[in-house]
């Protein structure tokens, strides 16, 4: 058993977090041209993705009060961990895993989990709808 040794644990997740899926073709372009683009490999697979950077600083802005911090995704441990060491986050991030699809508790999660986060996303160059 592995334990984590600090009270205070921060999860951030990948998609649409960490990194933004871009699907406006203008909005791409946009991102190309100002070089706001990485490229992301996993299994001979390649995609262009936004970092999204207000949730990087974020995540290592905690990293650096002490926080453990935990990346996850629901499309598995491999694409974070990808991510992560795209995202040239490994200094920062303590566990990756496959985002959980349940808990048990007696309590619902919003009695225990503190405050949802979600920063807005400078990188769009497009109005969102």
């Known amino acids: 058993m592995q334990v ?11 998609d649409d977090t960490l990194i933004m899926w871009i699907w406006d073709q203008y909005e791409r372009q946009q ?3 100002s070089g706001n683009l990485i490229q992301v490999n996993l299994h001979g697979y390649s995609t262009l993705v936004s970092p999204h950077k207000e949730h ?7 990293k650096g009060k002490g926080k453990t911090i935990i990346v996850w995704s629901a499309s598995g441990n491999e694409w974070a961990e990808i991510v992560v060491k795209t995202l040239g986050l490994e200094a920062y991030v303590d566990f990756v895993f496959t985002k ?30």
Do not use: A, Q
Not at 56 to 62: A, F, Q
């Open 100 to 129: 959980p699809e349940k808990y048990i508790d007696d309590l619902n999660c919003n009695e225990w989990m503190g405050e949802h986060v979600y920063l807005g996303n400078k990188n769009k160059t497009t109005p969102h709808n």
């Open 31 to 33: 991102l190309e041209e």
């Open 56 to 62: 990087i600083e974020l995540l290592k802005r905690y």
């Open 4 to 14: 984590i040794n600090n009270d205070h644990v921060v999860c951030f997740d990948v």
